[in-house]
């Protein structure tokens, strides 16, 4: 049986929204940041005022342990209890990412990227996905991260692999997402360019995670 989707109009490409929810209602700042999850975001937000309409008819409801049973089960991956082949800071995490680049090291920028094994074991149990009123499967929300961090990917290779960027540093939202053991940093600029040049600031990636010491991108949804 299949979830009722919601008629709204994964990342609408809108980033950069600050979304508000009632009080006591978790943060969404970090996965949000990414265009897919906004719109991801919206749409459970609307299906739950659709919930209240009269005739409305729920076809299937999978409790959400279910769901991420079934999830877990499709992915045929054994559990992880950490992050994977990112980078021990932050800074680092995002040299990397110029470095790789300018060397066009494309199983370098793969390794720097959440995976499906990280989102079902380490990100999705403990982000608002779980709970009302932005509660989403999780091979929903884990398929609109993924396809949009293909296609960001690609974009992204095609525009600047090869190049001399000349890294001069990058900029990030002030304020940190928390979600239980995991932190989350959105907005985030870097700025390239020669010495003498106008420096180009550019978004080349969607958010950043830290969990135990341990950095990897969400996403490389970018401005491409």
């Given at each position: 049986m299949?979830?009722?989707?919601?008629?709204f109009?994964?990342?609408?490409i809108?980033?950069?929204?600050t979304?508000?929810?009632?009080?006591g209602?978790?943060?969404?700042?970090?996965?949000?940041?990414?265009?897919?999850?906004?719109?991801?975001?919206?749409?459970a937000?609307?299906?739950?005022?659709n919930?209240t309409?009269?005739?409305?008819?729920?076809?299937?409801i999978?409790?959400?342990?279910e769901e991420l049973?079934?999830?877990?089960a499709?992915?045929?991956k054994?559990?992880?209890?950490?992050?994977?082949g990112?980078?021990p800071?932050?800074?680092s995490?995002v040299?990397?990412?110029v470095?790789?680049l300018?060397?066009?090291?494309?199983?370098?920028?793969?390794?720097m990227?959440?995976?499906a094994?990280e989102f079902?074991?380490?990100v999705?149990?403990e982000?608002?996905y779980?709970k009302?009123p932005?509660?989403?499967?999780?091979a929903?929300?884990w398929n609109?991260i993924?396809n949009?961090?293909?296609?960001?990917?690609t974009?992204?290779?095609r525009?600047?692999?090869?190049?001399?960027?000349?890294?001069?540093?990058?900029?990030c939202?002030?304020?940190?997402?928390?979600?239980?053991?995991n932190k989350?940093?959105t907005?985030?600029?870097?700025?390239?360019?020669e010495?003498?040049?106008t420096?180009?600031?550019?978004?080349l990636?969607?958010?950043?995670?830290?969990r135990?010491g341990?950095?990897?991108?969400?996403s490389f949804?970018?401005e491409f």
């Amino acid at each position: 049986m299949k979830r009722v989707a919601s008629p709204f109009a994964f990342y609408a490409i809108a980033l950069f929204t600050t979304i508000s929810c009632k009080a006591g209602a978790r943060s969404s700042t970090s996965l949000v940041t990414d265009s897919v999850t906004l719109d991801s975001v919206a749409r459970a937000k609307q299906d739950s005022i659709n919930r209240t309409l009269p005739g409305y008819v729920v076809d299937s409801i999978l409790p959400v342990e279910e769901e991420l049973r079934r999830f877990r089960a499709a992915i045929a991956k054994d559990s992880v209890s950490a992050l994977d082949g990112g980078a021990p800071t932050r800074d680092s995490l995002v040299r990397k990412l110029v470095h790789s680049l300018e060397v066009s090291d494309t199983a370098a920028l793969q390794a720097m990227l959440l995976n499906a094994r990280e989102f079902a074991w380490l990100v999705y149990p403990e982000s608002p996905y779980t709970k009302p009123p932005y509660t989403q499967a999780p091979a929903l929300v884990w398929n609109q991260i993924a396809n949009s961090s293909a296609s960001g990917l690609t974009r992204l290779v095609r525009r600047l692999a090869g190049e001399k960027l000349r890294f001069r540093g990058y900029t990030c939202s002030g304020k940190v997402d928390r979600q239980g053991s995991n932190k989350f940093w959105t907005s985030c600029i870097v700025s390239i360019g020669e010495p003498h040049e106008t420096v180009r600031a550019r978004r080349l990636f969607g958010s950043i995670i830290e969990r135990d010491g341990q950095f990897k991108f969400v996403s490389f949804a970018n401005e491409f």
